[in-house]
Structure formats: structure tokens, C-alpha cells
């Protein structure tokens, strides 16, 4: 079956760790992206790619990297430098190309806590 | 900031019509689309709209005027189950996905 596979679902970290949250798909989508949520807010953008080898940097970019070495993957770092990790985090990916790129696949996110 | 507009949280009750809007900045439009979120799980795709009228699925029907930048979700016979928060987001130049912040959607017997 084809989706989109984020892992770990729960992840705890020390204060002053960085973090790696795993996103995988098999919809041979280009456009992948991550987003933050926290409770009873929408999603915002931490960073997206369009192409492998290439990604820009979104709303909330400090303290998070990305790489997108494969086509299907795109994982997240959140560093030490990220002042309040704690959330809820989310991959998506979506076909390219004009009007087909707003219908956006998401995995089951990870929910990370600092303790 | 947001480019979406809709609103915070609506209340309806079973078996009842709702609709939920939302008004967008026009610039770098590429269509609208409405996603459901339950507590705890993920967006799931409901409809997308890239031009004006009304498009139905089931239950659900979502709605466009570009002239207007507005567009709403409309949900029939409401269920229980369709408590949950409903974004809008639109596409956007460079492949984005821009989002509202969501409207929850309360559900009374």
C-alpha cells in the first residue's frame, strides 16, 4: 500500500539534544514537507522540498534542519538551538505541477516532548 | 501571518447542516482545499476546488468563488464522528501549502 510512514509516533528528549524525526513515502510524490502544530493551532511550515537535493526554508525555520538526499525521504532535525520543541510534528507530501500540488498526504506525526 | 481567514469554532447539532468559511489573499492561488483533523491524528484531504461552483462528496460539499477569494465547506446531516477541526489551505507559488489556523467543529445531540 502506498502512504507516508513518520516515526518515531512518541519521542522524548533531554534539554540541549538534537532530535531526528524519520519521514518516508512510497507515493513517488517531489513535494515533501514538514510542519509544527501545537495544541489547538493550525499547521505551520517548518521547511518543504520540491525536488530531491533541494529544500527552502518555511515559516519556522530556526532551530530545525532538513536534507532530502532520496525522493522519499525527508528527514527532520530539531536541534538544541530550537528554544520550545515541544509539539506535535507532521510530514506531508503532495504531487508537483500547478493546481495538483494542494492535495497533500500526511503521516501519522510525531509527538515530541522535552523533558 | 495568515493569508486564510476562517473562523475559531462552530457549533451545531446531529443531523443538522453547517458551514464553515474561509477568505484567502489572492495572490499566487493555485485552488482551495479543506482537511479534517480528529484530536491526536493527522489531516485527511477532504475536497479542493480550483475553480468557481460547488463541488460534492457525500456528506461533504465545498464551494469556491475566486472572484470573492472565499470559498466554505458545507457538511450535511451531521454526525458525531464529524467532530473534528477543518482547515482550508490553498496552493501557492513554489509548490506551498498555505493553511488557515482551523475551525472546530463542536457537535451537539
Known amino acids: 500500500d502506498g502512504g507516508i510512514t513518520q516515526s518515531p509516533k512518541y519521542l522524548f528528549r533531554k534539554e540541549g539534544q538534537n532530535v531526528t524525526l524519520s519521514c518516508e513515502q512510497n507515493l513517488n510524490h517531489d513535494a515533501m514537507y514538514w510542519y509544527r502544530q501545537d495544541p489547538g493551532q493550525g499547521l505551520r511550515l517548518i521547511y518543504y522540498s520540491q525536488i530531491v537535493n533541494d529544500f527552502q526554508k518555511g515559516d519556522i525555520a530556526e532551530g530545525y534542519s532538513v536534507s532530502r538526499e532520496k525522493k522519499e525521504s525527508f528527514p527532520l532535525t530539531v536541534t538544541s538551538a530550537q528554544k520550545n520543541p515541544t509539539a506535535f510534528y507532521l510530514c506531508?507530501?503532495?504531487?508537483?505541477?500547478?493546481?495538483?500540488?494542494?492535495?497533500?498526504?500526511f503521516g501519522q506525526g510525531t509527538r515530541l516532548t522535552v523533558v | 501571518g495568515q493569508s486564510l481567514e476562517q473562523p475559531s469554532e462552530v457549533t451545531a447539532v446531529e443531523g443538522a447542516i453547517v458551514q464553515i468559511n474561509c477568505t484567502y489573499q489572492?495572490?499566487?492561488?493555485?485552488?482551495l482545499s479543506w482537511y479534517q483533523q480528529h484530536d491526536g491524528g493527522a489531516p485527511t484531504f477532504l475536497s479542493y476546488n480550483a475553480l468557481d461552483g460547488l463541488e460534492e462528496t457525500g456528506r461533504f460539499s465545498s464551494f469556491l468563488s475566486r472572484s470573492d477569494s472565499y470559498g466554505y465547506l458545507l457538511l450535511q446531516e451531521l454526525q458525531m464522528k464529524d467532530s473534528a477541526s477543518y482547515f482550508c489551505a490553498k496552493g501557492g507559488s513554489n509548490y506551498q501549502l498555505i493553511w488557515g489556523a482551523g475551525t472546530k467543529l463542536i457537535i451537539k445531540p
Open positions: 489572492t495572490s499566487g492561488f493555485y485552488g
Open positions: 506531508a507530501s503532495a504531487r508537483t505541477g500547478g493546481a495538483l500540488n494542494t492535495e497533500a498526504f
